[in-house]
C-alpha cells in the first residue's frame, strides 16, 4: 500500500493508554454507520477505502507493549490495509434492518486486535433498496484512535473518495496531552486536577448520587455491549430545537434530564434522589493548535453532571440546570482535569489494571453517559449518490452500563443507546429507551 502521510510513532498517551488496557479486558469499540444511494462498484469502494488509509497514520497502525505489557506504543503497519466484507444482501427487507445488525455484531464480537493492526475493520452490505441500489459502509475503530467525530467524518471522507473526490491527506498528530492549554499543563494541570477530585469526592459524599443498578453480576472479561437504535426524524427535531432556544437550553440538557428521568422512574427511586450522567465532551477546539475534525483521534473527555430527580418538576427545569453545569464544568476545563486524573491514577498495564476497575465499577461516580456530538454536517449529496442514515455507536467501557450516542445529521437525530447485556435485561434496556424517547416527544408536541 503506498501512502502519502508519515507514520505514527510514538507511546500512547495516558488516556490512550486507559482505552487500550480496557479493550483488551471487554471490546471498546466505536462503530460508525451511512447508507449511499445509488450505483457505486466493489472496487472503487474497496480502493477509496484504501485511499483513505492512506491519508491517515492511525489508520496504518499497530499497538506494540514491552514485555512487562507496559509502554505501549504505535508502529506502522503499512502493509495490511483495512479488512472490508463486502456482503450482498438480496431483498429490501434484508437491506433495511441488515446495518443493525452488523453494528450490534460488531459490538459484541468485533475484537480488533490491536497487536496485528490496523486498528480498524470496515463491512459494506450491498442491495436493492426502495428507490434503487444502496450500500451501507460501516466503520469499526479501536476507542484507542477515535469517537464519534472520528467515525462519521471518516464515513464522509470514504464516500467522497468512493466517487472520484479528493481527502486532505493528514500528519500524524502529537498526544492529545502535548497539546493542553497551558494551565492544564505540568504543575497547574495537576492542581486543577487535585481541585476537581476533591470538588467530584465532596458532590459524591454530601449527594450519593445513585448509578445504574446491575440487575445481575456479570464478570469483566464477559462484558458486551448490545445495541438499540432509536432517532427523532426531521420536524420532531425542528420542533424541539425551536423549543430549546425558546427556553434558553440544549438539547443535549433535554436528552440527558429524559435519560435520568426514564432511569429513576424505572428504578423506582424516591423523590429527591441523585444521579450522576456523563456527558463525553469534545475538546478538538480548545486545544493548541486546534484539532480539526477529520483528524484520527480520541478527543473526548467524560464531565459527571449530578442531578436531582423530582418527578413532578418540570423536565425544562431539569434540562436547564444540566445545560448550565456543563457549561460551567467546561468554562472551568474540566474535561482536561479527567484526563490529568487518569494520567495521574490510571493503571500502566493489563496486570495492574483489576484493582482500578473494579474501583470505578463499584464505587465510581459514572456508569452511565450521554454522548452527544450534536449537528455534523455530513453532505446530503456526494457526487452522484445520495447520503443517508449516518450516525455512532460506542460500546461500553468495562464499568460502563448504560449508554447512548447522539448526532443530528440528514434531517434526522440518531439517538443510540449501548447497554452492558446481563447487567441491564434486554426488556429493561428496551423500556429505558422508549422512555427516553417518549419523554422527548411530549416536549416537542405536533402542532408547536
Known sequence: MSTTSGAVRRELSPLERWYWIADQISPLNVVGRVRLHGPVSRASLRTALDGLQARHPLLRAAVEADPTGRRPRFVAVDDRPVPLDHRTLGSPEAVADGWRRVVDEE?????????????ATAVVLSGPGPDGEVHDLILSLLHVVADGTTLVSLLRQWAELAVGGTVEPRTALPPAEEMFPPEHCGAAGRVRAKAKADRDEGDLERLRPRRVDADRPVPFEERRTRFLHRSLEGPVLDRLARACRARGVTVHGVLAAAMVRA??????????????????????????????????????????????????????????EISADLKARKARGEQFSMINGIGAAGPRNLAESLPFVRHLDEKGPINFCLSNIGRFPFPDTIGPLRASGAQFIASLSVVGAFVATVNSTHHQLAWNFTYAQGIVRDDRAKRLADSCVELVLALAPAGD
Open 107 to 119: 459490538l459484541v464480537n468485533g475484537r480488533i486486535d490491536p497487536r496485528a493492526g490496523p486498528l
Open 263 to 320: 432511569l429513576a422512574v424505572d428504578a423506582g427511586a424516591d423523590e429527591g434522589a441523585w444521579y450522576s450522567i456523563g456527558s463525553p465532551v469534545d475538546f478538538r477546539g480548545d486545544l493548541e493548535p486546534a484539532v480539526g475534525p477529520d483528524d484520527v483521534g480520541s478527543y473526548v473527555a467524560t464531565i459527571p453532571t449530578l442531578v436531582e430527580h423530582r418527578a413532578a418538576r418540570p423536565l425544562w427545569e431539569t434540562a436547564r
